[in-house]
């Protein structure tokens, strides 16, 4: 009896590893498809690496991943994000630029927070200044700029950030995040900006597919196409225009992927 049970348990063992090495052979052919698929001329298409960032420990502060808002002055607006490791994105609304950020680094000394700015985010006025009651002019187009800064800011108090701030909401606190979101709040978040694209999810889609896809990201940042089709499409899907270069404000990872599309309309173009 033992050694039938013996004899049946050293069977389950050789049919479990002939079970292996069939699915291995599975994977390896699942494998050889996918590749299959990537032949001709989409053979040499890499899909882009995600752009190295730099390791930072989290902060442990109250302060520490909070929103903070409070009135500058007449109806004039000051937005504090404090993310978790030390970074910290700032921007003023209504200003003279459209829009104006600033990004740097925030450290706690005593009872006030203090900011060190390291670039600046912000839409140049271009064209016909059209006045306003209250708070800065705001002109007809804007050209997207970004630069080093050394502005001075003033601190601020920690207990109002601790009392009066909240967490935020979003992980993806990143500048490009908060660029697209101050010029069209209502889109949908775009996998151009979010993941590297991989060939194969281009190679099938029609050139009017990857057109609109390769363009949305403008659009997100408040690009004013010249394009008919395009100016018309966006503005259905309820974007806003505000600026006739927002080149400045891709990502680097928005950039890989835009060129990666841009190959793929090359062969499909031939």
């Known amino acids: ?19 292996g090495e069939n699915t291995a052979t599975s994977v ?12 001709g001329p989409y053979a040499d298409l890499k899909a882009p690496e995600l ?11 109250p302060v520490a991943g909070k929103y903070y ?4 002055y007449m109806k004039i607006f000051e937005y504090y994000y404090l993310l978790d490791d030390g970074r910290f994105i700032y921007s003023l609304s209504p200003d003279e630029y459209k829009p104006s950020l600033y990004t740097g680094e ?9 900011f060190k700015t390291q670039r600046h985010y912000y839409g140049k006025p271009n064209g016909k200044e059209i006045p306003t009651d209250v708070g800065p002019s705001s002109y007809e187009d804007y050209v997207m700029r970004v630069e080093n800064s050394s502005e001075e800011m ?13 967490p935020l909401s979003n992980s993806r606190q990143d500048i490009h995040f908060r660029l697209q979101y101050i010029a069209n709040p209502e889109r949908k978040e775009m996998a151009i900006s979010t ?32 394009d008919e089709r395009l100016k018309a499409h966006f503005k259905a899907q309820g974007y806003q225009a505000l600026a006739s ?3 400045a404000f891709l990502s680097p990872l928005e950039k890989d992927n835009i060129a990666l599309i841009k190959k793929v309309e090359a062969i499909k173009a031939k």
């Open 154 to 166: 003033e601190p601020i108090v920690v207990e109002h950030v601790v009392n009066l701030g909240v």
């Open 51 to 61: 752009p190295k960032e730099e390791q930072r420990a989290k902060r442990d502060h």
């Open 1 to 19: 009896m033992y050694k039938k049970t013996i004899l049946g348990a050293l069977l389950l063992l050789l049919l479990a590893a002939c079970a």
């Open 106 to 114: 925030w450290e706690v000394k005593g009872d006030k927070i203090h």
């Open 245 to 247: 270069d927002v080149t």
């Open 69 to 72: 808002a409070r009135d500058h």
């Open 195 to 226: 993941r590297p694209l991989q060939p194969s999810e281009l190679k099938d889609k029609s050139l009017e597919e990857l057109s609109l896809m390769r363009n949305e990201v403008f659009a997100a940042y408040g690009y004013k196409f010249k």
């Open 28 to 39: 390896l052919e699942t494998e050889g498809e996918a590749q299959e698929e990537l032949s």
